[in-house]
């Protein structure tokens, strides 16, 4: 199977995707009879280029690296816009990396139902689509025949909504709860080894960690919008961002660290699909965890969830929530699932 990539956006994660395939797609070939190929990069800041037959993923890197953009590289078509990439490249994939917007889910939203009207497959790690308009997207899904991959939305590479939805479809889970987002789980631990929290916020970004707009993480509706996809991919729901009951860490300080650590605990953001009552309710929140329980451990940009199940009890994964090869990774998990 040939799967022809048109990148939209080609921040971190898109340089992880084309990383992975300047090492990997003759293991690809060999392995999975996959032909892999980017035929199409498109961003706002770095230039668009296109090339039917496809790029060397090592010669866009290295002129990236170099020049800071893409705009001297040598392609048949340069400068095209979003829409016509999507139109015009001969792609049968999107990958869509542009930033993550979630109130909107824009302008990933209008990139994904563009391809996917023209039957293309979609893979993407955009969390705003995934949380806001999953239901739609499916829909044109089944009405033009394409597939849209998001397991890179939660946890990066860490095959979680693969487990949830596939693995775990019939253990009847009960539960879900976990350390959904890297940047903070990051800026708690510097914070308690005695960085600034501004600092290692910084170092975050500089790691590949937090969002183009930092303000997500802190505040915790990056892991809001995950709380939402888990609810509504893996248990059926049809939470919305509103529905989340949302703090982030903005407010913890160095005091509330130091205390926590005198008794031997830490804080953790801690996002929660649980059932109130008869109702599915999605939380995300700082708490104080004791040494003893699961989360205590998971350090720097992991994360880890468990799953509770009727069936299984509970099953926890621990495992990268950020980075460039990380969340490059589960766009790879996305293709491959394309052709099974
Ligand atoms: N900014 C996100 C995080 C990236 O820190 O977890 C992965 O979704």
């Known amino acids: 199977m040939k799967y022809k990539l048109a990148i939209i956006g080609f921040g971190n994660v898109g340089q992880g995707l084309a990383e992975i395939l300047a ?52 392609a048949a078509y340069k ?13 049968n994939v999107l990958i869509e990396l542009s930033y993550t917007d979630l109130e909107t889910g824009e302008p990933a939203l209008s990139h994904i139902i563009q391809a ?31 597939r849209i991959g998001v397991e890179g939305t939660v946890m990066s590479g860490t095959p979680t909504l693969t487990l949830g939805m596939n693995s775990l479809i019939a253990a009847g889970i009960t539960k879900i709860q976990g350390i959904l987002n890297g940047t903070t789980n990051y800026i ?7 960085a600034e929290y501004s600092a290692a916020l910084e170092d975050a ?39 989340v009951n949302c703090v982030g860490i903005r407010g913890l ?26 109702v599915i309710q999605g939380s995300v929140k700082p708490a104080r965890v004791n040494s003893d329980h699961p989360l205590h451990g998971i350090s720097g940009a992991t994360n880890a969830i468990t799953f509770s199940t009727e069936l299984l009890g509970d099953i926890t994964l621990i495992g990268p ?10 766009l790879i998990g996305d293709i491959l699932s394309f052709s099974r």
């Open 253 to 278: 300080t160095k005091t509330d660290i130091k205390a926590a650590r005198d008794k031997d605990q830490r804080w953790k953001l801690i996002g929660t699909v649980d059932k109130e009552g008869d």
């Open 79 to 91: 400068d095209w816009d979003a829409r016509e990439t999507i139109e015009k490249s001969g792609a």
């Open 321 to 330: 929530g950020a980075g460039r090869i990380e969340t490059g990774y589960a």
């Open 116 to 146: 996917l009207q023209l039957g293309m497959n979609v893979a993407t790690t955009n969390k705003g689509p995934a949380a806001l308009h999953f239901p739609k997207l499916l829909a044109l899904c089944e009405s033009h025949g394409g």
């Open 205 to 243: 970004q500089a790691r590949g960690y937090a969002e183009a707009d930092p303000t997500g993480d802190v505040d915790g509706h990056d892991a809001a919008a995950k709380v939402v996809i888990l609810a509504n991919l893996v248990m059926g729901q049809s939470m919305t961002m509103e529905d």
């Open 23 to 74: 090492t990997k797609t003759s293991l690809l070939s060999e392995r999975y009879g996959v032909d892999i190929r980017i035929v199409a990069v498109c961003d706002l800041l770095k230039g668009s280029i296109a090339e039917p037959e496809g790029f060397d993923p090592q010669l866009i890197l290295d002129h990236v690296r170099s020049n800071g953009d893409l705009k001297q590289f040598p």
């Open 188 to 194: 708690l631990g510097e914070m308690e080894k005695g």
